[in-house]
């Protein structure tokens, strides 16, 4: 399984942007994606994640009201609507695949594919 993150940039306090993540290869009826982001000296943390199966949802409580993760059958493809846009939310974000669950995962390590990450930069 290969992922492509895509949608990142420059964007004012306040502002919006939309990531993307096309998979490809090989993927099956239930899996979770997963958004996860890292600061510079930070360590890499949940965002979002979505069951692809029924669509169920969660989110860090850091972006609940203002982040929506969503998906795109026919694409392969997870986007994650970024609204509000806080300096604080000044990452690298990275997407995330697991084959193998029938539930939300939260942790960075229970997910076995990774794209390559997208900066996101907020400016105050």
């Known amino acids: 399984v290969q992922l492509q993150a895509s949608g990142g940039g420059l964007v004012e306090a306040g502002g919006s942007l939309r990531l993307s993540c096309a998979a490809s290869g090989r993927t099956f009826s239930s899996y979770v994606m997963g958004w996860f982001r890292q600061a510079p000296g930070k360590e890499r943390k949940f965002v979002a994640a979505?069951?692809?199966?029924?669509?169920?949802?969660s989110y860090a409580d850091s972006v609940k009201g203002r982040f929506t993760i969503s998906r795109d059958n026919g694409k392969n493809t997870v986007y994650l609507q970024m609204n509000s846009l806080k300096p604080e939310d000044t990452a690298v974000y990275y997407c995330a695949a697991d084959l193998n669950s029938n539930t939300v995962l939260f942790r960075a390590y229970e997910y076995e594919y990774w794209g390559q990450g997208t900066l996101v930069t907020v400016s105050s």
């Open positions: 979505i069951r692809w199966s029924v669509g169920s949802t």
